[in-house]
């Protein structure tokens, strides 16, 4: 019998024993450790609540992930029957197996398996583990870069950490649903009732008028957070905030004074991503870049009315020559001229993987000009120019040119300035003309031995 039939037929047998919900709580104690993980999957698939709270407080593991699962009904609802499940205080479980989970990971992480293999030295080990010393409870001193959240281990030999924690891990993004809401009140409540043994490490962090989440924030361990973005907030209270964030590698902000923040903001020493959306920064952005670090490698300013001048602080900037990834959309960036740009992009060859230059004002000849220099961006994957006057002819030279790219995978194009026509004062898109257009890049791309990147619209 194959390795898939068996992993099938112990599939079944899970579906078949959920089917009886007082069979599986009473055989809980009882299942091996091995089948422990396949009837938590199909718990979850399933929606099955009251089994996965008790699951959760007997896991014979000392970690629990998520990793790619998915829940099919209420998202909230299974994970407040999750967190219900773990013993608060941990004198409460009466299991015979003991108290061995420290770490309950509710993100979705694809990379990671739902427990982690055991290194048998010291402690146990989990690479997702808090990133706060205080606060880490399975963590190892000399960690090995390539290591990977792995599948099921069985450690013969298992060292109970010292201190009586558990780590709560989840991503909170403040969308001022009720249901949120509630669940964030769900939360603060457990935290508060643990009287410190519940430590909450949120890594990814979403406010979206912070106002009305000041609670929260107060049981926050910033030094966990590693990214952030804000939505309409005060100066005042993202100082507070950076203030604590000393591990913060992505930043993103949105309608929020700029001012005099970026003192704090060079305070940032591990920050990598940058973020902005409707900020004006039109001749100031020398003054960003001066405290940013030298080698971040994500820049985002849309929306920021940038200058011919600014472009060419960005291209002599010690940033330019490692970003990956540069979004410049929605900028007037070429009304003048496009050398800058061009000096910009040979600066970045080197290292862009993402471009995008969305409703930035470029012509025909502009375009033409700079696909000599987009040629030289070896390492490009993504490049985004829609909205901007292209005609097909320029588009079908592009295509053409852009072969050489060896790793080039997505290219989202401007619908040609045919394929719009005037009707009272309007214009309006003609669909059957846009239709030919993606038949022909199709074909050219097919005839080029191109079929593996793909060329789309944003009206596709």
Request: net charge neutral; glycine share 2%.
């Amino acid at each position: 019998m194959d390795q898939n039939t068996t992993a099938t037929l112990l599939e079944l047998a899970a579906k078949s024993l959920l089917s009886s919900e007082p069979a599986v709580m009473h055989a809980l104690e009882e299942i091996p450790r091995d089948l422990f993980v396949l009837l938590f999957s199909t718990a979850f698939l399933g929606g099955h609540k009251k089994i996965l709270k008790a699951m959760v407080r007997v896991w014979p593991f000392h970690c629990l992930h998520l990793g790619s699962l998915k829940a099919q009904v209420s998202y909230y609802d299974i994970l407040e029957a999750m967190i219900d499940g773990l013993p608060i205080p941990p004198a409460q479980n009466s299991s015979s197996r003991g108290h061995k989970l420290r770490i309950l990971d509710l993100r979705h992480n694809s990379n990671c398996k739902t427990t982690c293999s055991h290194v048998r030295i010291t402690f146990p080990f989990c690479l997702q583990s808090c990133i706060s010393p205080q606060h880490a409870v399975l963590n190892l001193e000399n960690t090995q870069p390539h290591a990977r959240c792995l599948g099921i281990g069985n450690s013969r030999s298992e060292v109970e950490p010292a201190q009586e924690t558990m780590e709560l891990l989840v991503d909170i993004s403040f969308n001022n649903t009720l249901r949120t809401q509630q669940f964030i009140t769900f939360l603060c409540n457990k935290v508060e009732q643990s009287s410190g043994f519940l430590h909450l490490c949120c890594r990814d962090l979403q406010i979206n008028r912070m106002f009305a989440n000041k609670r929260i924030l107060q049981i926050l361990d910033l030094g966990c957070i590693d990214h952030l973005e804000m939505d309409q907030a005060y100066l005042s209270e993202i100082i507070t905030l950076f203030s604590g964030m000393i591990h913060l590698y992505s930043l993103s902000l949105s309608n929020i004074p700029f001012r005099s923040f970026l003192i704090w903001l060079g305070q940032l020493e591990n920050l990598q991503e940058l973020r902005l959306s409707f900020f004006y920064l039109k001749d100031q952005l020398h003054k960003l870049l001066r405290v940013l670090p030298p080698c971040m490698d994500t820049l985002c300013l849309s929306f920021c009315g940038l200058s011919i001048r600014d472009v060419t602080f960005l291209s002599q900037s010690s940033q330019a020559t490692h970003l990956r990834v540069l979004n410049l959309n929605n900028n007037q960036i070429f009304s003048e001229a496009y050398e800058p740009f061009q000096v910009l992009l040979e600066k970045v060859s080197g290292t862009v993987q993402h471009l995008e230059i969305n409703n930035c004002m470029m012509t025909d000849s502009i375009l033409s000009a700079i696909i000599p220099t987009l040629n030289q961006c070896i390492h490009l994957r993504v490049f985004n120019f829609a909205f901007n006057p292209i005609t097909m002819p320029v588009l079908k030279s592009l295509l053409q040119h852009l072969t050489s790219l060896p790793r080039l995978r997505h290219v989202i194009y401007p619908v040609p300035a045919h394929c719009y026509q005037e009707q009272n004062f309007h214009y309006s898109l003609n669909r059957q003309k846009l239709a030919k257009v993606q038949a022909q890049v199709k074909a050219m791309l097919h005839m080029l031995h191109q079929d593996h990147v793909k060329w789309a619209t944003y009206s596709e």
